[in-house]
């Protein structure tokens, strides 16, 4: 049996919407099963700040250079991530990049047949911004921060969480410190 992990702010919103749902059923709301479903489906859309499914609640510790708690890929692969290690300026765009645990070493096999991948960037405020991009043939995946992102930089540690982008496995975790 295979679990999901939900971030917490989103089982809180899906929680409120079924509340919602449950409390109007027991007093006759007026609206379909089919309406009720959509308004918890923009509720969960709407609500600012929640990452996206598949990328685990977690955060970057840059005095320890880990994220807690650890994402590890659930193959058994091992991935290499990339990120810089010292703070930097608030204009400045942050290289990020993920080499698959094929050709980090892991040997044949371990990317499961991953070609792309996705990056959400979590800053400082909670916000959560995701680009995607395929395997290069050197098995890299890069990203520059904000840009790739359409997102605006802020001052304070970065959570970065890579994921497969089609099945929205999480793969490796790291972060980055602005200025």
């Not at 790739?148 to 793969?171: I, K």
């Amino acid at each position: 049996m295979t679990s999901v992990l939900i971030p917490a702010p989103l089982r809180a919103a899906l929680c409120g919407a079924l509340v919602l749902m449950a409390a109007g059923c027991a007093t006759g709301h007026g609206h379909t099963t089919e309406e009720l479903g959509e308004m918890i489906a923009e509720t969960v859309r709407t609500t600012g700040g929640v990452p996206a499914l598949g990328v685990p609640d977690t955060a970057f510790d840059p005095a320890k250079f880990l994220c807690d708690p650890a994402v590890d890929d659930s193959g058994a692969g091992t991935w290499r991530t990339e990120a810089p290690r010292e703070e930097t300026g608030p204009d400045e765009a942050v290289e990020l990049g993920l080499l698959s645990a094929e050709d980090a070493g892991a040997g044949p096999g371990t990317d499961a047949g991953t070609a792309t991948v996705a990056a959400t960037v979590i800053g400082p405020d909670g916000a959560a911004a995701t680009a995607e991009t395929d395997l290069a043939a050197d098995g890299w995946a890069r990203l520059t921060y904000p840009g790739d992102f359409g997102a605006e930089s802020a001052p304070g540690v970065h959570t970065v969480v890579w994921t497969d982008a089609e099945a929205s496995t999480p793969l490796a975790c790291d972060g980055f410190t602005v200025g």
